[in-house]
């Protein structure tokens, strides 16, 4: 969601009131709570004609809604009880509604990634790596740069080999972590782990700790180091997105930021960029990018990181399309 959006549903949201806006918090994930919550916070004053276009856009766009059935997992299970019988319907609602109480796994969204870190740190890597696919790829590489090097490859070998997490082993992770927290809510078994899911998080550990892992994983398994390097998408990657895709992201993209994001890439890289902008607007940054001084490689990585968050969720939005080195589309 840009800017414009996160603005519009904090003004849908302020027009609710205390107790209404809470039951729609209920139902966020932790980034958007978080991402949402600082934009109320930033917020002072609306225009009136404003605050009248997002209230008639969300009813225009409720009135296009209906509710089918009030609960969808109680009519799947009736459906396929009726349709196969008992026997044969169980079989499949387990696979249909895996893991329906996750609520110890899910609550590690909301926890900082040194409290998921020595929470985690005396498990055996397997359980370390089935608990830490369910988590966003960014949250991990965090949780993973509390763990000594050794630890955090033995983990990483695990996320790259992982392949999907039966019910009845989710329901005993969710157990395991159940004892120690509480809260979170229902979330469905998804194709976790994997090589990409490795690659997407050793995208977001940075150099030095992203050659160490491959490093690791290179001594152990040559071929999978190289799966996983074939579907990493780097910042360098990016000058492989196309012209529309490319233009889709400097509209997301700060102008300081992408200076110093620059400040780091290579001439084909900044090529592109100043390509996809007006003569005015690359002649500006190319000045921008001269008269800049030294800047430190850990702030040009950071810049890099978020804007690779962006390409990525541009991705998922199918506004970019992303080349991986295997046979799928990377992302």
């Known amino acids: ?38 934009t109320i916070a930033k917020m002072k004053t609306v225009s009136r004609e404003r605050f009248d276009g997002v209230l008639g856009r969300f009813e ?9 059935v009030s609960n969808t997992d109680e009519y799947v299970k009736n459906v396929l009880r009726k349709a ?4 044969k319907a169980n079989l ?7 893991g329906s ?3 110890g796994i899910e609550s590690l969204k ?5 409290a998921i870190a020595e929470l985690l740190r005396h498990e055996h890597p397997q359980i370390i790596a089935a608990i830490l696919v369910h988590l966003e790829f960014d949250q991990v590489s965090d949780v993973l740069r509390h763990f000594n090097e050794r630890l955090r490859n033995e983990v990483m070998v695990r996320v790259a080999t992982l392949d999907g997490i039966q019910p009845t082993a989710l329901k005993d992770l969710n157990e395991v972590l159940s004892k120690v927290l509480a809260g979170g809510d229902r979330m469905r078994k998804a194709n976790l782990g994997g090589v990409k899911s490795a690659a997407e998080i050793i995208n977001m550990m940075g150099s030095a700790i992203e050659t160490s892992v491959l490093d690791y994983i290179r001594e152990a398994d040559n071929d999978l180091a190289q799966k996983i390097m074939d579907n990493m998408f780097t910042f360098d990657d990016v000058v492989k997105i196309d012209d529309k895709g490319i233009q889709a992201l400097l509209k997301e993209v700060q102008s300081e930021s992408l200076i110093i994001a620059l400040k780091g890439a290579t001439p084909e890289l900044r090529d592109k960029v100043f390509k996809n902008m007006s003569s005015r607007a690359a002649e500006t940054l190319k000045e921008d990018l001269e008269s800049r001084g030294p800047v430190r490689v850990s702030d040009v990585e950071s810049e890099q990181k978020e804007m690779l968050k962006i390409v990525r969720r541009l991705a998922d939005e199918g506004q970019i399309v992303l080349g991986g080195g295997g046979d799928d589309q990377f992302l």
């Open 110 to 114: 909301w926890m900082d990634a040194g």
């Open 1 to 38: 969601m840009d800017e414009t959006g996160l603005e519009d549903a904090a003004i849908l949201l302020m027009s609710l009131g205390e107790e209404e806006a809470a039951e729609v918090f209920k139902h966020l994930t932790p980034k958007e709570v978080q991402r949402l919550g600082e």
């Open 101 to 103: 109480d996750v609520t």
């Open 84 to 87: 196969l019988g008992e026997d």
């Open 92 to 98: 499949l609602i387990d696979r249909i509604l895996q």
């Open 60 to 68: 225009s766009q409720a009135d296009e809604h209906s509710t089918l």
